[in-house]
């Protein structure tokens, strides 16, 4: 009867060239190529601080339809997120949540899209019995599981991190999610192998891995794909951060600097006349004041704003004038609904005489 039983699975389980198998889906393009399949694990790794956090950010921000750093949503309506948090203190989660994700796609994340579980206080044992009920109850398009070294007793023992790592692989297929599993790279500078026998299985394993790296002197977050089943990702990501600590697409420098962001330089013929004092220099005052007039505008929006206006072509430099004019006085930030917007100095004053 046991070997019928086996027969009958073998028959089910077997693929022929007529298969009807429906291809993968995938959940985003990545400056146009397709990443982060339904059904499959994804490995992100790296130092630690190098950015992997940052990473998952970007990947929820984008969940919203918004497209950020050519990171694009796939799917009609914004995918249903769940984020499992088994690193950070629970402010801090919250903190990235609310201040970072929401300033990112504008508003407060919904509570019907994002789902959020900080596990830290959970005994290990228990947490992944918390991970299996979330997603069962959730039914995420995506999976953020950080970290997954938290759920294992010890990293180095293989029959852990196989029984794991075929419990995600089940659960993914299962539940039709994504789900992208963050692990550190060992500790050696030279060493990027994923950390023990849990890494060695999950790099077996995965679908895609993703590398994250942070250049000290620069400050410039890098994120490039390392192995894949499906499609090349062919150009690594480069991102850095605004004051307010968001992630903004860069460029790399052709020689770094040893402690600041790249210099940039542009032949000042070539920014719109209307914008520059007689001296060729940005007139910082006429130029947010032409682009802001009576709005209060995001960051991404204001740097989008002043760039097309004075026809400038560097992200950094762009962002250096917002921080100038910040912090000169001529800017002011401004609380509403949750989230941060920029406006000239009397706007704040009509803002608070409103409230």
């Known amino acids: 009867m046991e070997e019928l039983t086996i027969i009958e699975q073998l028959s089910q389980l077997r693929i022929t060239a007529s298969s009807q198998i429906p291809p993968h889906e995938f959940l985003y393009t990545w400056n146009g190529t397709p990443c982060f399949a339904k059904g499959e694990l994804v490995a992100v790794t790296g130092k630690a601080k190098s950015g992997k956090t940052y990473l998952n950010s970007l990947l929820m921000a984008a969940a919203s339809g918004q497209t950020f750093i050519g990171l694009k949503s796939l799917s009609d309506k914004p995918l249903r997120v769940l984020w499992i948090d088994t690193e950070q203190s629970p402010d801090s ?32 044992q228990d947490r992944m019995l918390h991970v299996v009920a979330a997603i069962s109850i959730c039914r995420p398009d995506l999976v953020i599981f950080d970290g997954i070294r938290d759920v294992v007793g010890d990293i180095n ?46 790099q077996n394993k995965s ?36 004051p307010d600590g968001l992630p903004v697409a860069c460029e790399i420098p052709q020689t ?59 992200v950094h430099f762009a962002e250096k004038l917002i921080a100038e004019a910040r912090d000169s006085g001529l800017l002011q930030t401004i609380l509403n609904n949750g989230s941060r917007l920029y406006a000239i100095q009397r706007q704040q004053q009509l803002f608070d005489e409103d409230t």
């Open 157 to 202: 023992n293989y029959e852990e991190a196989q029984k794991l790592i075929g419990q995600l692989l089940y659960i993914a297929s299962e539940y039709k999610t994504c789900i992208v599993c963050v692990l550190h790279q060992n500790k050696a500078v030279e060493d990027k192998t994923l950390r023990g026998a849990l890494g060695t299985e999950l």
């Open 207 to 242: 679908f895609e891995t993703y590398e994250c790296s942070k250049n000290p002197d620069t400050r410039i977050f890098t994120v490039k794909q390392t192995a894949t089943r499906k499609y090349d990702m062919p150009n690594r990501i480069d991102f850095c951060l605004t």
């Open 256 to 314: 770094a600097p040893s402690s600041s962001a790249p210099a940039f330089r542009q032949d000042k013929t070539s920014f719109n006349p209307e914008y520059l004092t007689p001296d060729g220099k940005i007139d910082k005052a006429h130029l947010f004041g032409s682009v802001l007039k009576d709005n209060s505008l995001t960051w991404n929006d204001l740097r989008s704003q002043i760039m097309n206006a004075a026809n400038i072509r560097s």
């Open 93 to 124: 989660t919250c903190e990235i949540l609310r201040d970072r994700i929401g300033a990112m796609i504008g508003e407060q994340p919904s509570e019907e899209q994002y789902h959020v579980f900080n596990l830290r206080s959970v005994n290990w």
